[in-house]
């Protein structure tokens, strides 16, 4: 599929889903504000060096907040990202998907540090490589919610596997969204809540389409084995 036909199986399954979208799209955004305003603040304020020698102590009220955001964050930012495979596979949308990610807590958080860390440590290279393995593992967050009983590696090392030859593909698919991107900023940011389930939509369209690919490979590679097998069976 193109990226235009990303966007508009997108488009067609977010139809009848848009208002619960844009209700998970905003509270999404309130919760990750309400946890940003707040380092916003702190950062403001580390101008004075009296504050500065208290906020940056091992302080446990701003040591607990930097946890909270080292964990909440990541966590939900996978939940609302999966929440929208959901219509992809003819499902509603609800709001209380946003709190899948904490149900599978360790697998998930586990998953977005490494994936996180190895990011960065690539991008310590040079950028490019940074940017070439944040597409390898794009679909890591997919493949864990797909296999529950899959650890947070297995996921990525999979999701590389996936994306051989289509990283080109899902940057494709991003770059289409420019326009609307540039649309959004004359709205101020406000037109955040449509376009954001529209690209995590078409996002998991892209995933679903290679998930479905890849199963369909491992079962063509299964099965002349298969038929091996059940051949010297009956013989």
Partial sequence: MAAREYR?????????????????????????????????????LADAPAFSMVVFSPIPPFGLFLAGMGI?????????????????????????ALTYGFHNFKRVWCLQMLIFVYEFLWSLLLIVPGIVKAYSYAMA?????DNPGMGA???????????????WRLFCLEI????????????????TLWLAPYQATAFAHF???????ASTDEAVSEGPSDAGASDSEEG
């Avoid at 939900?76 to 609800?94: C, N």
């Avoid at 967050?141 to 919610?145: G, K, M, Q, V």
């Avoid at 289409?176 to 037109?191: D, E, K, M, P, V």
């Avoid at 995933?207 to 690919?213: I, K």
Wanted: glycine content about 10%.
């Fill in 141 to 145: 967050p997919y493949i864990l919610a």
């Fill in 153 to 167: 590696n297995e996921a990525i090392t999979r999701s590389r596997k996936m994306m051989d030859g289509h990283k």
């Fill in 72 to 96: 909440i964050v990541p966590v939900l930012s996978w939940s609302f990202t999966l929440e929208f495979l959901l219509p992809v596979r003819g499902r509603e949308l609800k709001l209380k």
């Fill in 176 to 191: 289409s969204f420019i326009g609307w991107a540039l649309l959004n900023a004359l709205t101020l940011g406000f037109g």
């Fill in 8 to 44: 508009h199986a997108a488009l067609s399954s977010l139809s009848g889903n848009w208002g619960i979208g844009v209700l998970i799209t905003f509270s999404f955004l309130m919760i990750m504000g309400f946890l940003g305003y707040p380092m916003y603040l702190v950062s403001v």
């Fill in 207 to 213: 995933y679903d389409e290679l998930s479905r690919a």
